[in-house]
């Protein structure tokens, strides 16, 4: 990979063992901030885990994670969070118990208490989240009760709601309808520039509508990096994903 | 509901409450109404573990240790002071220093589940072998003698503030206990809605996500634990103003007690518990005078019935009804956090999965 | 020196004693994660099980070592079949149901038998050592302790039985679907466990006397013992009840038998502070 000049997040060497398996085997990232990467790959070659070691969920058995010149592997997730990573977990990671508005108001409220602002703007600040991701006539509804693809929007609300500097998104994807993964590629697009963005995801044709570069993840390690069109051409990709075995 | 039916719901209650205050000392005879403030002081206690198991998510094994802390540093200090009103305000701060730091603690300590109970459940036990064991001369703190299982029999009762001469009477006890409990639900009630609050039931409804949000849900458990501690000492003051303080208050009985009668007013609300446990008080209080019948026989039947067949509990269960009863065309919808899946929210590890005995390296691994 | 034998004797005393009341626990929470908090009461019920039979003429060793386990065993079943299956996978409302059981066996046992205490005598007399005397019941007792755990690990080691319940311990989709009834597992897990409460209730019984409240001193301790064992049958009870069993006779030794109990509950609280698994959440972790 070609080293970038001023990466907002970057790993060197970054290995995760469970008991005797290697799940990261030494991943070397970067991206640079306001940029939009992908990160594809098959089942089981380290995505998930991946996030969890940026967002202190996992502490990470070697190697180092960098955020904005400082290093945070192996802080707690609230710190990182407080950092300025916010993440859309692979399951949504909602409260089934309460409204869509007050999913979003948790978000505004602890950006509020980070930042610092005035508490009184807060009501408006959700007021005006809830409009750009048109959920809205969802507010009042009990999360737990919606449709998927409706959880899956009220959960980037909340996380882009915190305004964060990067922000992970784990296969958003997901479950969605056909409309509803256009209006995710065109919210993921405005934030681009503003915001820094890693995507996991599976949909090659939702990878084309948002991704200039993608990187390729494989048995834990980075098997390549480049331009959108280059990566799903590239033959050693497709195998990949078919399962065929490498040759090596 | 409707906002002009809330406020008339909450006019309503408070004329019904303000009525029970003033009135029931006109229709009860003075031994009924001493009990009745016995039931206002352990439905208080009710209350604080309907706040932290409820809405903090905190199943707390040892509640009553709080209580019996709050007794026994109130009788401690009315009879070294000889005045209350010091003493009321240290019943109220010791309890809820030593829920921060058994809360420091545990939830610094990570320890959560079961295993919040157990330890939880051992200070209990700790404070009951404690003052068991502290008959004989041995055991003074100033001018009380803690008595040991007899506890402090001669426990003052409180006067007016910094006016040692006027010492209350059992009525006016009443009238305090009785507008506590109201102030203090009312309190909840607005603590609820507060930032802080709404932080907590976050909490309770996922943690991790609260986490990934960057809140500090330590803090935020700690503070309502030991809110729960602070009102848990002031049932402890009442209690003791009514009977007297003896090491009981912290045996596995009231433990047990304030867990059921949560458990049958509805996980997640707190009228249901205060409702039920003053109820529940009354029913055993009637059978206990029956020949033959023990009423631990009754509680235990009625604990095991609720599991079983009203999980919910009795608040939300009446409340589906109600608004079936008010909507009767349109289909129910599934009810909102049922008690039952907050119950089972995070401590369930259902047998499908050996996580317990196999993965704690990955557990391990990522505890901070 | 004769003080010495007799302190290691009294710990080694104690140790069986707490492990013997923590086993019956630690068998149905190990295998279904279950806390049956009416475990307290289940040793109760084995204690008038000895008193009953040995009253109708049944020898105390028979009484102790069959009637018992094998009447509570089956009491166990019961409340298998009508209350806590319907409740598996739900932790808290299982403790919740077992508590109000407890409730309901106090109840029901003061109402029959009354408040009072019951005894039956210590057979076996007591051994000298040097000027020190010591009940040989008790040092009988750590020999039947060592032959229970034994038991226990050969059965889950080497019988098809024994299998059978680590195959459903360990993954019970899976034993599910080898064709393994799950539900039949933990009925006579349930009920194995509840003999062995009844057994603890049964040998105690000399010791201690039998009354209808006598279950709550005792399900606290075995409580804090399972836990601070972790999820390990044998070995979580084992070096539980070996580090508070000990303590708790050291400390009583040192001072009064009050600090020995508040020193053992520090120590568990200490101990899953440090380990919040249990020890066997940390160590010996293949163990059973």
């Known amino acids: 990979m070609t080293p970038i000049a001023d ?182 697009l405005r934030l681009r520039g503003t915001r820094s963005l890693i995507v996991v995801e599976h949909d090659m044709q939702f990878i084309r509508m948002i991704a200039r570069t993608v990187t390729v993840l494989h048995q834990g390690q980075v098997l390549m990096e480049d331009d959108a069109e280059t990566v799903l051409r590239d033959q050693r990709v497709r195998d990949v994903y078919l399962g065929k075995r490498e040759v090596a | ?135 004989g001369d041995a055991y003074k703190i100033g001018r009380a003698a803690l008595g040991g299982f007899n506890g402090i029999p001669s426990t003052p009762p409180l006067n007016l503030p910094w006016d040692v001469g006027t010492q209350l009477a059992p009525e006016d006890i009443w009238y305090i206990a009785a507008s506590l409990l109201v102030i203090l639900y009312a309190g909840s009630r607005w603590l609820l809605t507060t930032a802080f609050g709404r932080v907590v039931v976050s909490i309770r409804e996922n943690e991790k996500r609260s986490e990934l949000l960057g809140y500090d849900v330590r803090r935020y458990k700690l503070g309502i634990f030991t809110i729960g501690g602070a009102i848990a000492g002031m049932a402890g003051i009442l209690f003791a103003n009514c009977v007297f303080v003896s090491p009981t208050m912290f045996s596995l009985f009231y433990n047990a007690q304030v867990i059921i009668w949560v458990t049958v007013g509805g996980l997640g609300t707190l009228l249901g518990p205060i409702a039920g446990s003053i109820a529940l008080q009354m029913i055993v209080a009637k059978l206990g005078t029956l020949q033959g019948l023990d009423p631990n026989v009754v509680l235990g039947a009625i604990l095991i019935v609720f599991v079983l067949l009203v999980p919910k509990g009795l608040q939300p269960v009446l409340q589906d009804w109600w608004d079936r009863l008010r909507e009767p065309r349109q289909p129910a919808m599934p009810a909102p956090a049922p008690a039952s899946t907050l119950r089972s929210a995070g401590i369930e590890r259902p047998l499908t999965s050996a996580t317990t005995a196999h993965q704690p390296a990955a557990n391990a691994a990522s505890r901070p | 020196m004769d003080l010495v034998v007799i302190i290691i004797l009294q710990v080694i005393a104690a140790v069986a004693s707490l492990a013997l009341v923590s086993v019956g626990l630690a068998v149905i929470f190990g295998m279904m994660r279950v806390i049956n908090l009416a475990h307290g009461e289940f040793i109760m019920l084995g204690g008038y099980a000895v008193i009953y039979a040995t009253r109708w003429g049944v020898n105390l060793w028979v009484a102790m070592l069959l009637v018992a386990p094998l009447f509570v065993g089956v009491v166990g079943i019961v409340v298998e079949r009508t209350v806590i299956r319907f409740l598996y996978g739900r932790m808290i409302d299982t403790m919740l149901a077992t508590w109000g059981l407890s409730l309901l066996l106090i109840g029901a046992a003061t109402m029959i038998f009354g408040n009072t205490t019951t005894g039956v005598s210590a057979p076996l007399g007591s051994v000298t050592i040097g000027q020190y005397q010591t009940s040989l019941y008790e040092l009988v007792l750590v020999v039947i302790v060592v032959a229970v755990l034994g038991g226990l690990m050969a059965i889950l080691r080497l019988t098809k039985a024994g299998l059978i319940a680590r195959a459903t311990m360990q993954n019970p989709a899976m034993a599910a679907s080898l064709g393994i009834s799950t539900n039949t597992v933990y009925m006579v897990t349930f009920g194995a466990g509840a003999a062995l409460s009844g057994l603890a209730g049964a040998l105690i019984a000399p010791l201690s006397g039998v009354l209808p409240t006598m279950g709550v001193a005792y399900v606290a301790k075995a409580f804090i013992t399972v836990i601070s064992g972790g999820s390990a049958i044998i070995a979580g009870t084992l070096s539980a009840s070996m580090l508070l069993g000990s303590l708790n006779t050291l400390a009583t030794f040192v001072a009064t038998p009050v600090v020995g109990e508040i020193t053992l509950l520090f120590a568990a609280i200490v101990l899953l502070r440090i380990l919040p698994q249990g020890i066997t959440g940390r160590f010996f972790r293949r163990a059973l």
């Open chain 1, 7 to 188: 990466p907002i997040i970057e790993t060197r060497g970054l290995v995760m063992r469970f008991g005797g398996v290697e799940v990261l085997r030494g991943i070397d990232f970067g991206i640079a901030a306001g940029e939009l990467r992908c990160l594809v790959g098959p089942n089981g070659a380290g995505k998930s885990t991946f996030f969890k070691c940026l967002t202190g969920q996992l502490k990470p058995s070697a190697g180092e994670i960098r955020f904005k010149n400082a290093s945070i592997g192996g802080l707690p997730s609230m710190d990182i969070a407080r950092r300025g990573i916010g993440i859309k977990t692979q399951v949504p990671s909602l409260y089934d118990g309460l409204s869509a508005r007050e999913h979003v108001w948790l978000a505004v409220k602890r950006r509020v208490a980070t930042v610092g602002g005035l508490r009184k703007e807060v009501p408006s600040l959700v007021d005006q989240v809830m409009e750009d991701m048109q959920i809205t006539p969802l507010a009042n509804r009990l999360v737990g009760q919606l449709a998927h693809g409706q959880r899956q929007i009220v959960e980037l609300a909340m996380v882009t709601a915190a305004e964060p500097d990067l922000i992970l998104l784990d296969e958003p994807a997901a479950g969605m309808t056909h409309e509803e993964v256009e209006r995710l590629a065109e919210l993921v």
């Open chain 2, 1 to 135: 509901m409707t906002a002009p039916l809330k406020a008339v719901g909450w006019v309503a209650g408070l004329a019904l409450s303000v009525a029970a205050v003033f009135g029931l000392p006109h229709v009860l005879e003075l031994f009924t109404l001493i009990n009745a403030t016995i039931y206002v002081s352990m439905a208080i206690l009710t209350l604080s573990l309907a706040l932290i198991w409820g809405y903090g998510g905190i199943l707390c094994f040892g509640q009553a240790a709080f209580f019996g802390l709050g007794g026994y540093t109130y009788a401690i200090c009315a009879i070294n002071f000889g005045d209350s009103t010091w003493a009321i305000v240290l019943a109220m701060v010791l309890p809820a220093l030593v829920a921060a730091l058994v809360g420091y603690f545990i939830f610094w300590g990570r320890i959560g589940d079961v295993y919040l109970g157990v330890i939880t459940l051992t200070m209990t036990l700790i404070f009951l072998k404690f003052f068991n064991a502290t008959a």
